[in-house]
């Protein structure tokens, strides 16, 4: 994180990329970083296992930041420093050669090949060491997201506000070095506990089981699956069923299309020795299930990207925005990525005063919905991204203003004006993305969490393509005609930066319909027929496909 965080600064002053190109750059990179965890989830469900993808992983994050260490620390790696880089035009500074980039973008590839492994597995695995059948083992399991999120973030508070004002103000080679050594500490720390991990065995990739039951179904299109009582279901018992992480899925009723990949046609193909049935012709109801809890999840999850568009604004065009504001106070120059920070702090406030105060306060109240449901995160969560995007527009307005009625660079706004923006930036996180992450990780089935891992992640990389394209869809519409691009050159005071935080804030507007009135009614819709279905013991052994939900929600569902 030493360098996500400080990534698009390093990007603008050292290897003197515009503002535009930066924030693709660091987009289209943190898009693959998020798309990568798919590959990864599939490696450690299918060969490696969660343990050794993890070790590999960590190795080549390692070594990306060595090489971009390497590119900080030795001149000729980069391009020479532009001295008068932000007020001078983007063709003033000399570029970085193709050699150049190559050992820059060798370091960011190999990072984001280890991120690919990391974050999968890395929340899955830590979920993995509690046991879900129990009451208390899925509280604490509940309680763990929260806190993952929250000693995540009070680690980055400490560490980046030393390690970004060294890199900015210090050196960046020292900059980097710092969060490398950190790394090979973690690394370190994470083998000597080898021995006191659970450790699945890897047992087959869940994504090729997803594809049999779509290939199985499609070739079964012909059955009627409305005569129930004439058809048979291929049901095995499951190979770690004495496992009590691992839960078996009540047929349901949704998405019914799929169950004809498990109807049994012909008794020869379903033999006693379950290895040797072809599954890409008959698939147990266990596999169907599950691609119906993936399909179910979709509407959800595609609110979720949209609400994440808000989200990643404050580590892009955000941070440019604070090159130019007035940082200083009295003698000290805030560095630009320590706004960085407000989400942080933000998010981590939000989290403790949530398990700490809210919890305990509604426990007292009643025993039942003491917390928020996945849903009402995620609803505000998307309120606090318009919000956010408003806020962000109405800041830029009165920033650039300044800026233009003093003829300076520089804006004699104070840096304070931005804190609002960059801390509801945070909120939105705190409510919608570890929300999305407990949906995924949480309320999939328990042989799912890698995958769900991974689909979180992958919805962070959707958005950060979407953000790319609509920026270049922006640049190319804008600006003609002698009008004020909105985007664009290396100086914000000649764009109108805040009409495309309008555009995202109306981008929200229509996700938050979205989710209103199609995707939370859907979501309770497959929640009440899944439920109707379980019976005593399922619910007292916890069927990690339901979302629980208060009794009064059950009503208005």
Not at 125 to 151: H, I, P, V
Not at 295 to 321: D, E, K, V, Y
Not at 384 to 409: D, P, Q, W, Y
């Amino acid at each position: 994180m030493g360098l996500i965080a400080n990534l698009i600064v390093y990007l603008h002053t050292q290897y003197n990329m515009d503002n535009t190109t930066s924030a693709q750059v660091f987009t289209l990179w943190a898009g693959s970083t998020n798309f990568l965890p798919l590959v990864g989830a599939y490696i450690a469900d299918a060969y490696a296992g969660k343990f050794n993808t993890l070790f590999f992983s960590s190795i080549a994050s390692f070594l990306g930041m060595g090489f971009v260490a390497l590119g900080a620390g030795v001149p000729s790696l980069r391009p020479p420093s532009c001295s008068t880089h932000y007020e001078s035009e983007y063709s003033d500074c000399i570029q970085a050669t193709g050699f150049q980039l190559s050992i820059l973008y060798v370091g960011l590839a190999l990072f984001a090949i280890g991120s690919g492994g990391l974050r999968p597995c890395n929340i899955s695995f830590g979920a993995d060491q509690f046991d879900t059948s129990t009451e208390k083992g899925r509280e604490q399991l509940e309680s763990f997201f929260n806190w993952w999120y929250f000693l995540f973030t009070i680690a980055l508070l400490l560490t980046l506000t030393v390690v970004v004002y060294i890199q900015t103000n210090v050196n960046w080679f020292l900059g980097f070095i710092i969060p490398t050594a950190c790394f090979a500490c973690s690394l370190t720390i994470f083998v000597l506990g080898r021995k006191a991990y659970i450790r699945s065995k890897p047992k087959g990739s869940v994504i090729s089981d997803l594809v049999r039951v779509v290939i199985a179904a499609n070739r079964k299109r012909h059955l009627d699956i409305s005569k129930d009582s004439e058809l048979s279901f291929y049901d095995p018992p499951l190979e770690d069923e004495l496992d009590p992480r691992m839960s078996k899925l009540p047929h349901t009723n949704r998405f019914r299309f799929f169950d004809k990949a498990a109807i049994i046609t012909d008794p020869s193909e379903c033999g006693s020795d379950v290895k040797l049935v072809d599954n890409w012709k008959l698939c147990s109801v266990q596999q169907v299930e599950e691609l119906k809890s993936v399909i179910g999840t979709l509407p959800i999850w595609l609110a979720g990207i949209l609400c994440f568009l808000s989200m990643t604004q404050a580590n892009s065009f955000g941070i440019l925005q604070v090159i130019q504001t007035h940082k200083s106070i009295g003698k000290f120059n805030i560095p630009p990525a320590w706004m960085g920070l407000v989400p942080m702090i933000a998010l981590s406030t939000w989290i403790f005063l949530y398990e700490k105060i809210y919890v305990p306060f509604r426990d007292t109240r009643n025993k039942r919905g003491s917390r928020l449901t996945v849903d009402q995160r995620i609803l505000i969560g998307i309120v606090l991204s318009i919000v956010c995007m408003i806020v962000s527009g109405l800041v830029e307005e009165r920033r650039r203003g300044e800026a233009l009625k003093n003829g300076s660079f520089e804006s004699p706004t104070r840096i304070w004006w931005l804190v609002p923006q960059f801390a509801l930036s945070g909120l939105v996180e705190a409510f919608a993305a570890v929300a999305m992450m407990e949906l995924l990780t949480s309320y999939w089935p328990n042989s799912m969490k890698t995958l769900g891992g991974a689909v979180f992640f992958l919805s962070l990389s959707i958005c950060n393509y979407l953000n790319s394209l609509i920026i270049k869809i922006i640049e190319l519409a804008t600006g003609k005609n002698g009008k004020t691009p909105w985007l664009g050159g290396n100086d914000l005071n000649k764009n109108r930066l805040e009409y495309y935080y309008y555009t995202i804030a109306v981008l929200a507007g229509l996700n938050l319909l979205y989710f209103q009135f199609i995707a939370r009614r859907f979501l309770y819709s497959e929640v009440l027929q899944n439920s109707s279905k379980v019976d005593p013991e399922d619910e007292e052994r916890g069927n990690s496909n339901m979302l629980p939900l208060n009794e009064d929600e059950k009503v208005v569902g």
